[in-house]
């Protein structure tokens, strides 16, 4: 009895407190009522609006781009449920190199990176097309993946599952398979954004061999990937760069893990901008590593004036190595991230001071004249091959815990006292 009265109490003293309120009360009720039944209509607006823009998008494709649709699976009978996926005219044909587009996750289809940016940006911010028409001009034959488009609804509203693209993995793996395979191009590029790095990871996981030997670069725009094994991954982890957001400026290297991808800033905040934000800073990465599988020496290659530092490339190992580089293709030196160059790396992305023409190399700062080396006239010689590296023989400088870090010198930095003891031993020897 005293438990009832009490709520007697309460509603009674609510009732009086609210009697002012009632009308607004009502009116909020009816407002709430208003909102679900505009909701109600507002999510068909929305699936609408999607249709409409990737049916747009796959015609600018088609028109603007040259693309055509290739089918997955691509035996499919009739009425099985059926993708696609674009490529261009020389795809299958270009012998020299083609670059592979793959997307986030989500509703996202072949062609674009974001919707909202599509819709409140542009085009060229929310789209692909200015990725495949850069790539268009520099000789690419081009692969644009579908991998989120994984069913269709049959007759009884159920989901029927296509072939070789049940999921964005297995997607990529059929078009690997039946595809890019079968491509003459001996040098494959991959742009991937988001979910896309997973998409890659995995793609690597069941064809490494092959992806090793083809894959010559992977970029990544905030890429959400996962190495579980640095050991594992580790040629995958030495041809990548992933563009991250991050409030510095574009390029500057971001901390990253130990074993994972060299991560750079994209100099956005926004995750979807990050692909367009850093779409020149992609290709010149592309171009370095391609270099560098091409070129079967060591180059030292002079970056753009707004970069001081210098690039070097080792053709062999296929690695961008060296100095750091504002573009983010090279090392960090010092960098805890074990995708980063280590001096004396057992990959023979090391820097190689023996010329045979008794050229000296340039140690530490570009304009340091003290740097240079020269072959012993007696044939003793100061420096280690690379073949050498190869093999396993450590440099004077490699970390004995091989966590990643070294003392050589970065860009314009000043040369660290191990390496300027060095220079002196070499000038030393040189002398007498």
Known sequence: MVFISCVVAI????HYCLRGYEPWLVQYAASLKKQRLFLTHLLPLDI???KVLTEEVYKLLETDCKLKRCPVPHDAKDGEPNTFIFMSEDAMTNPDKILVLIHGSGVVRAGQWARRLVINDSLDS???IPFIKKAQEEGYGVVVM?????YRVNTKKKRDRIRGSENPENHALYVWDNYIKKCKSKHIALVVHSYGGCVTTALFMRR????????FAVAMTDSVHFISSPATFKELVRVSCNWVCSQRPLDTPVSTQPGD??????GVTVHEMTSWASIHSIFKFLKQRLDAVL??????????ASVENEVLIDADAGGVTGKDDADGANGKDGDTDGANRKDGDADGANRKDDDTDGASKKV???GDANGKTADDSEGQENTVSLASKRHGTKSDHEDPHGEGKSNRPVGGHDISDDEEQSVENKKAKINT
Do not use: H, M, W, Y
């Open 295 to 304: 070129r079967p020496e060591v180059e030292v290659i002079d970056s753009d």
């Open 261 to 266: 991808i060299k991560r750079v800033s994209s």
């Open 126 to 128: 929310g789209t692909q």
């Open 208 to 215: 490494k061999e092959e992806f090793i030997k083809r894959v």
């Open 11 to 14: 509603v009674a003293v609510l």
């Open 48 to 50: 609408n609006l999607i």
């Open 146 to 150: 579908n991998t989120n488009d994984n």
């Open 364 to 366: 530490g700062d570009a």
